[in-house]
């Protein structure tokens, strides 16, 4: 009796290579982890016992059928044991189960201690259509109890985290462990019934063969061990089996030559793509980690807002009243002397006031946190009411402030509130920077777009100084000598609410001391 290649023992032979090639995979990545420690042996005493069996029922000789009917149960006596400590770390069950796991183990020696002898397994003979197959002796029946006890047990507490979980993901992942558990030992454990006489085939065994596949898919798409490149690691490996075996059973040495060249072709190609995948893995955790970061420092930054929101402006608006209040006659006269002090702390306390409001509506504008009322608006009619303002505050201090309107179509939507606060802070900000000269302002229609342009004779911006503009806390480099009281939030403040109106903004400058323009651009109507 030879070597027969049929559906059984082909299904041992897919499965057992399957098996090891998931427990080797995962290894590899984590060798430290309990978990994949875990998971290399459980798979690694699953391979054991596919091929083992394989040699059995294709044995060509009794004494090479014993050989192996003993091996394939050392490995069966410790694949439970393995799954469970597998189970237990993947569901971080281990210290609420160590005492299962002891008496286990415990037992698990038992059975090793009786596995060569006739008590466990009484003899190989032929049977069916294998040519040998285990013939259970009297102590088998608590072996398959034991087997299949610990079997439910771990689907028992794969089934109860998987009824805790509230994580949809986490909860797919129990959810296959539970379904590669009942294809793997539901197809393996059919070999059961030959070894007890019941002439059931074995005919679930592709089970066992489909149950690493299904595994692999659910440590790829659930991330069972926290290893993303393990589909495209099993595939390779997986292709090389496949050639290698090709390759030695081929029949002639030109069989051997072509299947040697692709093996070795495909070996260079799959490292190659191997560590392409790993290389895009690690960009993309870098991303995410980023990502991350990044996410961290907006809560931090929202954190910070909240509480200047709601303590640092109202206590600087506290402050403001009560100095409001002691300049009144509500409270009796207050003495000549100490006015000056009151009207400064008055004075002080507003410009606190009014420089933290401005960092707040800044991050709020940037944020996309800033409310908008939009309603049909003409832009024209909002300039000309600020610039009748901001003309005299010009003056006042000594420069030239010129507006110029073209005809044209200035209708909107918009916030009017939002956007002429956004107006005037642009040209004050012309205003504040510039110490002698002039101010032009200019309004004009574009055809699709309302365009707004303020040019000032100020102080310039250098290239460096733009990279800084219309960002939190982006000033340039001589404006705190202009302004101290600058807080780098007034032109993001601008920008939010530009953008949030579907237009844009932006400065040019031919360099430092030749002056800026500052540029509004607004659709005409909200796309």
Known sequence: MGITFDYFSITLLLGGFTALLSGIVVFIHNHRNIENIAWLLSNLTSAIWSFAYFATITGKTYNEAILSNWILHVAAILIPICYLTSVLAITNSYYTNRIQLIITAFTGC?????????????????????????????????????????????????????????????????????????????????????TFNIYIMPYPLILFAIYPAVSGYAIFRYQLFDVKVIATEITVFSLWIFVLIRTLLSTSDFDRLINGGILIFIIGTGILLIRSVIKEVRLREEIEKLAGDLKHSNEGQASLIHFMNHQVKGKFGNARNIFAELLTDDYGVMPESARPLLEKGLEETKKGVDYVQNILKGASAESGNLPYDMQPMNYRTLIEDIISKQKEIAETKGLTFNFQVEDGKYDMLGDALQLSEATRNLIDNSINYTQEGSIEVHLRDDGNAIRLTIHDTGIGLSDDDKTKLFKSGGRGAESVKINVNSTGYGLVFVKGVIQAHKGRVWAESEGRGKGSTFIIELPQKAV
């Open 110 to 194: 038992v059975f090793l201690a009786l596995a060569p002898t006739t008590l466990f397994v009484r003899d190989v003979i032929p049977k069916a259509s294998f040519n040998f197959v285990p013939d259970a002796g009297p102590a088998y029946i608590y072996f398959t109890i034991y087997f299949f006890t610990l079997v439910v047990y771990a689907l028992y507490i794969v089934f109860k985290k998987y009824r805790e979980s509230t994580d949809p993901t986490e909860r797919k992942k129990f959810a296959s462990m539970i379904l590669f558990t009942i294809f793997g030992f539901g197809g393996g454990g059919s070999v059961f019934f030959l």
